[in-house]
């Protein structure tokens, strides 16, 4: 069984920085792309940055300079840095991988984590 979990979220104010972790774990083959995505109140989800596993990155255009990701391999783990937060990065946050487990090698399954809260307010 294939498992994400996020932590580091929580509470800070306008300005302040928070690191997130989502940490894959169970029988794992191969991760491939590692995403965060995070959801408003009454908004849709949206895509805040992705990573490859070679290192390659993406990020939504909004949050270019503040948000950075990154991964290590070794550990199954992506990281989202959050700085100069805003109100409006107030969401939970979602990780999302592809993996394939060590039963099914070549065959990659999509996985979410529970989500961990966001809150930016003064």
């Known amino acids: 069984q294939v498992q994400l979990v996020e932590s580091g979220g929580g509470l800070v104010q306008p300005g302040g920085s928070l690191r997130l972790s989502c940490a894959a774990s169970g029988s794992i083959f191969s991760v491939g792309a590692m995403v965060w995505y995070r959801q408003a109140p009454g908004k849709q989800r949206e895509l805040v940055a992705a990573?490859?596993?070679?290192?390659?990155?993406n990020y939504a255009d909004s949050l270019k300079g503040r948000f950075t990701i990154s991964r290590d391999n070794a550990k199954n783990t992506v990281y989202l840095q959050m700085n100069s937060l805003k109100p409006e990065d107030t969401a939970v946050y979602y990780c999302?991988?592809?993996?394939?487990?060590?039963?099914?090698?070549?065959?990659?399954?999509?996985?979410w984590g529970q989500g961990t809260q966001v809150t930016v307010s003064s």
């Open positions: 999302n991988a592809l993996i394939s487990s060590s039963s099914r090698r070549y065959i990659f399954t999509d996985y």
């Open positions: 990573i490859a596993s070679a290192g390659s990155t």
